[in-house]
């Protein structure tokens, strides 16, 4: 699982790269002044939306993906 961010200091805590290293999560960051690093991974949550959660009728909230 990939997990991409901006550069916030709660992401570039070393509690929250313990937390992903133990679950097996790569961690991703825009560069510093760069908008256009989130273009691809935007696209992606996009493309994965329209192919899952919008295809579907949740019953409950609790149903959803996260």
Do not use: I, Q
């Not at 961690?27 to 949550?45: K, P, W």
């Amino acid at each position: 699982m990939l997990f991409h961010s901006v550069r916030g200091s709660e992401y570039l805590s070393r509690r929250f790269k313990r937390s992903c290293s133990r679950l097996g999560v790569t961690r991703s960051m825009g560069g510093v002044g760069s908008c256009f690093d989130d273009a691809v991974s935007e696209a992606f949550n996009r493309v994965l939306k329209a192919a899952y959660v919008h295809r579907y009728t949740f019953a409950a909230r609790t149903e959803a993906p996260g």
